[in-house]
């Protein structure tokens, strides 16, 4: 158990749904983050947080909507996604001490889109 | 921006066999990490590195940090099945973002019995 809890961990969704994944973490940080890991490709980084304000956002699609409310969680709403969207999604948290952070992962939710 | 390029991309041995993943950085670094991810699981970190020249230990695992701050290596000595995963390395990733990380590419490790 790392502190960062992710649910679901399985999704099934249309091109057509809407649904959200939601990432919450008992460590004190205040930097989240999310991230995509398709099978063919390393860790993209999509969205940072620090102090519940987005700080980067890497060229991901508008059909991917982050949502921070505390430092404490971090939603990532889903809608009209594409079948290519299908991979593995990471939040992970991290002090954000300046330079030296060590980020603590979830599980993970692993989204298909059908 | 800044890169960290990692070789070799898979790594397949023996049981028994010795096995070492390099990471290179376009930059200087403060320092790296190492992370590793079991197959179905998540990037759990494993060590820093943050002094030139550094070499840190963890039983089977030797980390070592270049001189010049933009290199680092992971070797473990004899594999066993439970190394097999995919070993990240990772720098501060810059930019106005705090804690953000720049992640290679990963090296997945399959070790045969």
Same mark, same amino acid.
């Given at each position: ?53 987005? #700080? ?59 | ?94 930019? #106005? ?17």
């Amino acid at each position: 158990e790392t502190g960062v809890t992710q649910t679901p961990r399985h999704l099934v969704m249309g091109m057509t749904n809407k649904k959200s994944l939601k990432c919450e973490q008992h460590l004190g940080h205040n930097a989240m983050y999310w991230y995509k890991q398709s099978a063919k490709k390393p860790l993209e980084l999509m969205f940072v947080y620090n102090f519940k304000e987005q #700080t980067e956002n890497n060229s991901v699609p508008s059909r991917f909507s982050p949502e921070c409310p505390n430092s404490s969680h971090l939603f990532l709403h889903l809608h009209t996604l594409q079948p290519e969207d299908s991979a593995l999604y990471l939040c992970a948290s991290s002090l954000a001490s300046g330079g030296f952070d060590i980020q603590y992962f979830g599980a993970g939710t692993r989204l298909s889109v059908l | 921006g800044q890169q960290v390029m990692q070789i070799p991309q898979y790594q397949h041995v023996q049981e028994g066999e010795d096995f070492t993943t390099y990471c290179n950085s376009s930059t200087t670094l403060s320092n790296i990490q190492w992370y590793k991810q079991r197959p179905g699981g998540h990037p759990v970190f494993l060590i820093q590195l943050v002094k030139s020249g550094e070499v840190k230990k963890q039983k089977r695992l030797t980390f070592q940090f270049g001189e010049a701050k933009k290199n680092s290596s992971l070797h473990i000595t004899a594999t066993q099945t439970t190394d097999v995963g995919t070993y990240f390395c990772a720098g501060p990733g810059g930019g #106005t973002s705090y804690g953000k990380l720049t992640f290679g590419q990963g090296t997945i490790l399959t070790v045969h019995p």
